[in-house]
């Protein structure tokens, strides 16, 4: 018996009645209050109380016998790709004979911040059906979906039955892998062959090849004295140039980018062009490294080339967090000098308040230029640079214009002052970022610069 209860009282927690219900209730109200005066109408509010209670008792019926023979299923994607539209479906199969409407509703991750998810829809008899919605992650993690609920109802909608298929799972969003794909055919028609380069290089760099007697002419630096002793003979160690060239793409994780832009940060920003820009390198047949630091050195991968290094700085990468504290130059010169392994191209992922701010790290950047080709990426700003475009209508507009552009003014100025230092610069709106800094890379590639 109390078995049969608990069924009973699980089934009735998932049935509702519908506004048609409550409608029909509230006309037998009104004409049962009429029943006072007119008794006709007392009788006929009674008839029709019956008759709700028979019509509502046949459609459940109706709803229970349906609504086993319903089913759903969601399929999303493997991963999710940051600030990337992408399409959940919903697989259904009704194998009954009677058509339904269905409205879905799924338990969406709490980071997407949809409270009013809802799809109405017909179900017809004896299908499958397949319906899709989109979603655009905008912060990285682990995102955790609940079950799927169907509210089933008849034509009639007295009553309403409610589904609840468990779907759990978790799904991570990673960078932008969209980006990353539509980004990397930019490297295909840059450089007219594989590995060639000018002979004028800022740096050499040397990767062995074998050991061989040694002959006139040889530099008599490669001997190679273990090999000499061994066969009684001079031999050298030959060498050949390096290709692959080392790219490392630097991330300041620190407080000044966090500032917001179209729903990311720019740290976010810097995370996606980062992941387009190193497949576009291995893609070119250099070698990709990463650095992440804020008042610490964070993530250090070496520049590599090997097949899953890709994986390893989509990992990397994914694993991210941004810090509110503010950024140690000083270590990232350290880093440069101890970590990177040689002569680099150094992509600066950073952002500056003001000229006080670069003024501080300024004599830092000098010193990693000396040692590294360094490229500093600035983001514009772009919602500042659309006042200027604003109607004028009084002083406080005026007061607005002038200090949005002395504000634009100033980004232009640290751009101009790090160029003075040798430090190659890229001024971008956010959303333009992955390609521009691409770009740089495949023009710096082109002048035999990498």
Known sequence: MQHLVKSIVTHLRYLYLGNRFFLVLGAIVVLSAIGFYWSFFFYLAIAGLIALFGLTGYDTYVLYTVSDKVSAARKTPKVFSLSDEMQVRIQLHNASSRKVDVVLTDE???????????????????????LTYPIRPMTRGAYEFGDLNLFLTTDWKLAERRLVFPAQETVPVYPSILQMQQFALKAKTTVPAQGRKRLRRLAKSYEFDQIKEYVLGDDYRSINWKATGRRNTLMVNQYEDERAQRVFCCIDKGRTMLMPFNGLSLLDYAINATLALSNVILTREDRAGLLTFADKIGTVLPADSKPDHLRRIMEALYRQQDQQKESNYDLLYYASRKLLGGRSLIILFTNFESNYALDRVLPGLRRIARAHQLVVVLFENTEIADLLNETTEGVEDVYLKSTARNFLQQRELMAARLRQNGVKVVLTPPDKLSGAVIN???????????
């Open 108 to 130: 969406l991750p709490a980071e997407l911040q949809i409270r009013n998810h809802r799809i109405p829809f017909v179900l017809a008899p004896d299908v499958d059906r397949e």
């Open 440 to 450: 740089e890379y495949l023009e710096l590639k082109r002048r035999g610069v990498v």
